[in-house]
């Protein structure tokens, strides 16, 4: 399983961006997908993950209010959209995909996740 997020970038503090995590050629809606987050000198933390049919999404407490999350199993994508983006938002920002079975299920611990994609920058900064 293959996860390729893009959509990352620099934006001003208040600015919006928009990542997408991409499996191509396989579908995604037999898994969890989260988004993971990792600061330059700080340990990688959950931002927000969603469960394979939506019916479930989790939020850092940072984040809650200003980022969301969705999916397209259609297209194999799941988006977080960020909205007032702050300074400390700037990381690279990765996606990760766990495999839940029937569960309609997913964690911000990032232990549970099998596979991982590469990472999209994201800086925010005047």
């Known amino acids: 399983l293959r996860l390729v997020e893009s959509g990352g970038g620099l934006v001003q503090p208040g600015g919006s961006l928009r990542l997408s995590c991409v499996t191509p050629g396989f579908s995604s809606d037999g898994y969890g997908i989260g988004w993971f987050r990792q600061a330059p000198g700080k340990e990688r933390e959950g931002v927000s993950c969603?469960?394979?049919?939506?019916?479930?999404?989790n939020y850092e407490p940072s984040v809650k209010g200003r980022f969301t999350i969705f999916r397209d199993n259609a297209k194999n994508t799941v988006y977080l959209q960020m909205n007032s983006l702050k300074a400390e938002d700037t990381a690279v920002y990765s996606c990760a995909a766990l495999a839940t079975g029937l569960r309609d299920m997913c964690t911000l611990t990032e232990d549970y996740y099998d596979w991982w994609g590469q990472g999209t920058q994201v800086t925010v900064s005047p």
């Open positions: 969603i469960s394979r049919t939506s019916g479930t999404t």
